[in-house]
């Protein structure tokens, strides 16, 4: 069975702090994809970042840096120095085997100015 | 490079009444999906479509709820009748190959009450 677990359904923090959410998986297959997406206000879900199964190397655009460890099943994102135009939902997927997307439930990150 | 289309952005009905859903993907975006995504939950793939065939529907309940794709480009979701249990916002995705290398770009969506 595949799953994607978010455990932190909301965070707040005050501008410029850093912020991790967390995202835990699970799939018996050894190929596979993790996404994160950013859910606006608007509604429209903003790609973020894709990752294989065979490349476990931290990623870092920007303000933004991913943590992926096989080990543990997680695909972690951190934002470093948040901004307001932060504030969204933050949805983590996986794909495997089939080419249907499994989402988290999604942590609202809410940054107070 | 425009991005996924879709129509209306809200929609309310009362129950038993049939709606409709346009979406236009991004111009060369082979593959065309679409979700059901309620409040506070991740969106849930409804049927994926590969040029004009429906390749994945299982999760789509076929007693109420029809898709098409007619020549491989836009697509139309509909549901007849609607249920209470149907209000949610519909989301349609596009991307170049079915493949799971290929990130989906998704429309705004549209925002269905059923009343």
């Known amino acids: 069975a595949q799953k994607v677990t978010q455990a932190q359904t909301e965070i707040s923090v005050v501008e410029k702090e850093d912020v991790t959410l967390d995202c835990v998986y699970e799939t018996r297959d050894t190929t596979y994809y993790l996404f994160w997406y950013k859910q606006p206000p608007s509604g429209e879900l903003v790609f973020l970042i894709r990752?294989?199964?065979?490349?476990?190397q931290n990623e870092i655009s920007g303000r933004y840096s991913w943590n992926f460890q096989k080990s543990t099943s997680s695909f972690n994102f951190t934002i470093t120095a948040s901004q307001v135009v932060d504030s969204a939902v933050y949805f983590c997927?996986?794909?495997?085997?089939?080419?249907?997307?499994?989402f988290g439930t999604g942590t609202r990150l809410k940054v107070l100015a | 490079e425009a991005g996924v289309v879709q129509s209306p952005r809200y929609k309310i009905i009362e129950k038993k009444q049939p709606v409709a859903f346009w979406c236009n993907p991004i111009s060369g975006h082979n593959t065309l999906y679409w979700y059901r995504q309620n409040l506070g939950q991740g969106p849930e793939l409804l049927i994926r479509?590969?040029?004009?065939?429906?390749?994945?529907d299982s999760q789509l309940p076929k007693d109420r709820f029809s898709a098409e794709r007619l020549k491989g480009v836009d697509s139309t979701l509909k549901i007849q009748p609607a249920e209470l249990g149907d209000s949610a916002v519909y989301l349609c995705?596009?991307?170049?190959?079915?493949?799971?290398?290929?990130?989906?770009?998704f429309g705004p969506g549209t925002r269905l009450t059923v009343t």
């Open positions: 995705a596009s991307s170049l190959g079915g493949g799971s290398a290929y990130e989906q770009y």
């Open positions: 990752r294989n199964s065979f490349d476990e």
């Open positions: 479509y590969e040029n004009e065939e429906a390749v994945d």
């Open positions: 997927a996986l794909i495997s085997g089939t080419y249907k997307y499994i």
